[in-house]
């Protein structure tokens, strides 16, 4: 099975489990409870995943009603929060861009316009370190607010651009507040971490893609000092980043470990001319084909998140990583490694399709970054490496 009809046999699955009430519809989430709005495990990650299938894939009556009923959900539910959560994958910002995005892929501009006006009543509050990172934080409401502009100016939508100046002042405002210290930070704080998700790559990353935005180097100190505080934990030995609070390395997770690491290395460079960056990205997909290479060998015992194929945490990110490196790299070898990943993957779920996924007990759940639609969108990846974004860097422009 090629990895198209994978992602296509997935995306009915998905549309076939939905729980319709009226236009709208949801399924549970990794839980068992009832789906929120997020890209991470709601409907707006679900509801992507099905409009890009919808245009790369090839409609097939069930993926854009879908897509839209799912998105309908998530506005609902970002509509009825009396607060604005905080994130790019967790929170509002990311759920509004996603609706966006799913807008403007199916030719729904209503969509397009309520994601907006909903954007345009959202209210950010300035937080302490803890709530400066890309998934739940003031970085990934950042990456949201500069996405929405760009997505939305291209439907030549004008209300965009002064949504975004309010709200990426209120974000950068807490960015500013991180407080980065070498080579450990003060007390342990949460705030302070390496990673894409959770610590210094997310921060930066933010910081330097509103500097290309914008057109200024306002935020590059800030962004290099975010970096370096993650250069400090690097382990050579390992060829890993080590947890400041645990003093181990970290995994090759998109979350916490190398794939993420990796993104955001291979993106900082292209905003950045620092030759360590792409020192830094190479390190990162070394620890990622070591750590899959151990993982699809026959016989040997595999870690727990190699025996899944989540996006966040298991062999999909690390393929995810790997095909984005391909094309920024120009290296075949990268994207081959990734096909690799995608022919265990498929002799894994087998004639039932049955894929591990990100929960405790592998049991599989729908979501972007924990389920189905994420390994959906990694095969979409492999079969049309230049159409869709990485899961782990949503917000990356393909024509980059």
Request: some cysteine.
């Amino acid at each position: 099975m090629s990895p198209l009809e994978a992602a296509r046999r997935l995306g009915r699955r998905i549309c076939d489990a939905a729980d319709w009430r009226g236009d709208r519809c949801t399924w549970p989430d990794s839980q068992g409870g009832p789906m929120d709005a997020d890209l991470y495990d709601g409907t707006a990650g679900v509801a992507w995943f099905l409009a890009q299938l919808a245009a790369v894939g090839g409609e097939d009556g069930a993926w854009r009603p879908t897509a839209v009923a799912a998105i309908r959900h998530a506005l609902d539910r970002v509509a009825a929060r009396p607060t604005t959560r905080a994130g790019l994958y967790h929170g509002d910002l990311g759920a509004l861009w996603a609706a966006a995005e799913v807008g403007g892929r199916l030719g729904e501009d209503g969509l397009v316009e309520r994601a907006l006006e909903l954007a345009a009543a959202a209210s950010l509050h300035p937080a302490d370190g803890a709530g400066a990172d890309l998934l739940a934080g003031s970085a990934g409401d950042l990456l949201a607010v500069l996405a929405l502009t760009r997505g939305a100016g291209g439907l030549g939508l004008e209300d965009a651009e002064p949504i975004a100046t309010r709200l990426a002042e209120t974000a950068t405002e807490t960015l500013h507040g991180v407080a980065w210290s070498q080579p450990s930070p003060p007390d342990g704080r949460p705030g302070y971490q390496v990673g894409l998700a959770h610590g210094g790559s997310g921060i930066a990353l933010a910081l330097l893609e509103l500097d290309a935005a914008s057109g200024t180097d306002r935020h590059r100190r800030l962004a290099l000092e975010a970096l370096a505080f993650e250069r400090a934990w690097f382990d050579r030995r390992a060829c890993a980043w080590r947890d400041p609070q645990a003093h181990a390395p970290t995994s090759t997770s998109w979350c916490r470990g190398s794939a993420g690491i990796g993104l955001a290395r291979l993106r900082c460079q292209q905003l950045v001319a620092d030759g360590r960056l792409r020192a830094e990205a190479g390190a990162a997909l070394a620890g990622v084909h070591a750590s899959t290479a151990g993982a699809l060998a026959p016989g040997r015992a595999r870690e727990w998140e190699q025996g899944n194929f989540s996006a966040c945490h298991g062999l999909m990110g690390a393929a995810d990583l790997l095909v984005h490196a391909s094309l920024v790299l120009e290296v075949a070898g990268h994207r081959l490694a990734a096909e690799r990943i995608v022919e265990h993957g498929l002799a894994v779920a087998g004639a039932d399709a049955g894929w591990p996924c990100g929960t405790v007990d592998r049991a599989e759940c729908m979501g972007l970054l924990l389920g189905l639609a994420g390994i959906g969108t990694v095969l979409l990846r492999v079969a049309a490496p230049d159409r869709l974004p990485p899961v782990g860097l949503l917000t990356y422009s393909t024509s980059e």
